[in-house]
């Protein structure tokens, strides 16, 4: 596969919301093509007839009785690492500037 | 090794002092006293992020009236310990050791936290770890690297380093560490401690900062076996806060002696990968891990060579399964929910990348990237899907083996711990340092890790593993283990 380029590691940073300085964008550029070189070795592995494995516990569906639990926590307690609350609500920056 | 005792009274079997605290021979006051007076002496080795100690005193005052009054006391009454700073526990905040997180107030208790409290068990302090526990070494914490307990220019191992060394240094007779690819066995081996990482889905992952949410399990770093067993029988089993957990042993797990005998006839599989690892393999742990074997050998246990061909896979498989669940995993930390927000962003879209950008330390932000580089549309199936295949071959080798043999060992680190700063500007030789024990992870077996020598001064340690949920075989295993090197 192709080296990722420095508009690559600008697009990433942007789908995952994190600004990089432009250091980190070069030095990035180089420590992820190393990386997936290595990683690259996955792809001569013969996996033919095997699925993928996303979880390992064998357990299936797992659900509780459809009843309301009161654990005793009330709004304030859960929302006191909030940055900004109003009325018990998390309050955002405007979503269009 | 050098004296890391000095002073300090060593502690007893966590089962004495429970039994001491409960007949009023000892007091949990004093006991939580001895913990934070070895932290205050030992704060040189910054294993410790910061002390719970209001909280820990009125929870000691409490048991010790409790005892008085004649109340039943728990299993663990008045036992100090110390917990990886990714819990959530009350009496002073949960950091992960991340910038992001600094200043964030547990609403909540971890469960494993709990049920340890249930059983009279009094949390100290918080133990340093790599941020968001991504990391080898402790040289990924935001905040400081924590130091080798025996050579102060080494790191301790990681990401449990903190939990590690604090044992090794008395801080307190039991920590409580995470492990996703190693992070318990690891520290455990480069420190010179014992470390039980559990059956994935024995332990619940309630109130624990996530990292990868297939391989995260919870376990303790301690000064012997039976202390590990203890620890893990409070704590093990399900939890209706953590729909993965599955039912514990009905045996449970802290009755774990054994006779002599028991070792006699026990098919014990040397895993061949990890031996002859390419001369990578150090000499000194080489060395250790065949004497140990030896003595297993003349014990009476039938010791044989077992391939796991795909076993060498495990290290690139993990580096594409793990970034890509945290990716997912820490997406939570977007400035708007938990403590850190940019003061310098105008709109939401920008308080996201910008409280994301200064907030996340450098090895967080790379896994987050590789992550969604490797789930995303194009990429999926040439990294995930085909990573989550190898997983399955590595799992199906494991159960192959384990119709061969009971038990499978090997190092649980090519080297013994590394100077600090040696790899802390190649990630991918930093990543190097799970390659012995990504592999178990995947599977979701258990593994434990004890001291059985050193190499250069140097404390090293075996990894031995058994099939999944065979979690109470394997601890009596490693306690006849440990019998026999010690």
């Known amino acids: 596969m192709a080296d990722l380029t420095r508009d690559d590691i600008l697009k990433l940073a942007r789908l995952a919301r994190i600004s990089l300085s432009d250091d980190e964008v070069a030095e990035f550029s180089d420590e992820f093509n190393e990386i997936l070189k290595y990683v690259a070795q996955l792809n001569t592995v013969d996996t033919t007839g095997l699925e993928p494995t996303s979880q390992v516990t064998g357990l299936v569906n797992v659900t509780r009785p459809d009843v309301i639990v009161d654990y005793g926590y009330d709004p304030k307690s859960l929302l006191k690492n909030v940055p900004s609350v109003q009325n018990d609500q998390i309050k955002v920056k405007r979503m269009i500037g | ?486």
């Open chain 2, 1 to 486: 090794m050098a004296d890391v005792a000095q002073s300090v009274v060593q502690w007893l079997p966590i089962a004495e002092i429970a039994a001491k605290v409960a007949s009023g021979e000892l007091k949990a006051v004093d006991l939580v006293e001895q913990s934070l007076r070895t932290i205050a002496a030992k704060a040189d080795y910054q294993a410790i992020i910061a002390t719970t100690e209001t909280r820990a005193r009125e929870r000691a005052q409490q048991i010790d009236a409790d005892i008085a009054a004649g109340k039943p006391a728990g299993r663990l009454a008045g036992v100090p310990f110390i917990a990886k700073d990714n819990y959530l526990v009350f009496g002073a905040d949960t950091t992960a050791a991340s910038n992001i997180l600094r200043g964030f107030e547990a609403p909540y208790q971890a469960t494993v936290v709990n049920r340890l409290e249930a059983e009279g068990a009094i949390c100290v302090a918080k133990a340093n770890l790599d941020a968001f526990a991504h990391g080898g070494s402790t040289e990924n914490s935001d905040f400081f690297t924590t130091k080798n307990p025996h050579d102060m220019t080494r790191v301790p191992g990681g990401s449990s380093g903190g939990s590690a060394a604090a044992v090794v240094l008395d801080m307190a007779p039991f920590a409580l560490g995470t492990d996703t690819g190693g992070s318990i066995r690891q520290p455990a081996s480069f420190s010179g401690c014992v470390g039980l990482k559990p059956t994935y889905g024995l332990t619940s992952r309630s109130g624990v900062v996530a990292m990868a949410s297939s391989t995260d399990v919870m376990g303790p770093l301690t000064r012997s076996v039976e202390d590990a067993a203890l620890v893990f029988d409070i704590f093990a089993g399900q939890d209706e806060l953590d729909s993965t957990t599955t039912p514990r042993d009905p045996a449970g797990y802290s009755d774990i002696a054994a006779d002599d005998t028991w070792i006699q006839g026990k098919k014990i599989g040397v895993i061949k990968e990890y031996m002859s690892e390419a001369g990578s393999l150090e000499a000194g742990v080489r060395q250790s891990v065949n004497a140990a074997v030896d003595k297993l050998r003349a014990a009476g246990a039938e010791i044989m060579e077992i391939s796991l061909p795909s076993l060498p896979l495990s290290l690139a498989v993990y580096y594409i399964v793990v970034p890509a669940e945290i990716s997912s995993n820490l997406s939570r930390y977007d400035g708007q929910r938990f403590a850190y927000t940019s003061p310098d962003a105008t709109n939401l879209e920008e308080s996201y990348s910008l409280s994301r950008g200064v907030g996340f330390g450098k090895e967080a932000k790379r896994r987050i990237m590789i992550g969604t580089y490797v789930l995303s549309s194009g990429y999926y199936d040439a990294y995930y899907k085909k990573a989550q295949t190898v997983r399955t071959k590595i799992i199906n080798e494991f159960a192959a083996a384990f119709l061969q043999v009971d038990f499978l060992l090997g190092p649980t680190a090519p080297t013994t711990a590394f100077k600090i700063g040696e790899n802390a500007n190649d990630p991918l030789q930093m990543y190097l340092a799970d390659v012995m024990t990504a592999g178990p992870s995947l599977a979701g077996i258990p593994a434990i890790v004890l001291p059985v020598g050193a190499s250069d001064g140097l404390p090293v340690g075996i990894q031995l593993m058994a099939a999944q949920r065979q979690d109470r075989a394997l601890l009596t295993l490693a306690r006849q283990t440990e019998r026999l090197v010690v």
